[in-house]
């Protein structure tokens, strides 16, 4: 499976973007799929993860309430919107997939896209 991301950029405080990642798999429907982040000097962290149906969605305490991911089946394509930016939001966004796993730990995914950089200034 292969998976580009998209969507990143520079942005203000308080500003929103949305974040996309496409897989190249007939069967993307059947995996569930994930975003982490990895801000420079830091550690990737867990962002946001959706059921392959759909149905359920876990979100990091950090984005709750700001971030929404979802998936179009269709399109082979899971999004993240990002609202009401912070500083500390910056970071490479990279999009993960799992046949087996809706996890917080990175080590459960299979496949990963490159990142696409969000920069947030003050």
């Known amino acids: 499976v292969q998976l580009q991301a998209s969507g990143g950029g520079l942005v203000q405080a308080g500003g929103s973007l949305r974040l996309s990642c496409t897989a190249s798999?007939?069967?993307?429907?059947?995996?569930?799929m994930a975003w982490f982040r990895q801000a420079p000097g830091k550690e990737r962290e867990f962002v946001a993860v959706?059921?392959?149906?759909?149905?359920?969605?876990l979100y990091a305490d950090s984005v709750k309430g700001r971030f929404t991911i979802s998936r179009d089946n269709a399109k082979n394509t899971v999004y993240l919107q990002v609202n009401s930016l912070k500083p500390e939001d910056t970071a490479d966004y990279y999009c993960?997939?799992?046949?087996?796993?809706?996890?917080?730990?990175?080590?459960?995914?299979?496949?990963w896209g490159q990142g696409t950089q969000v920069t947030v200034s003050s």
């Open positions: 959706i059921r392959w149906s759909g149905s359920s969605t």
């Open positions: 798999a007939r069967t993307f429907s059947t995996y569930n």
């Open positions: 993960a997939a799992s046949r087996s796993y809706m996890s917080y730990y990175a080590g459960n995914y299979d496949y």
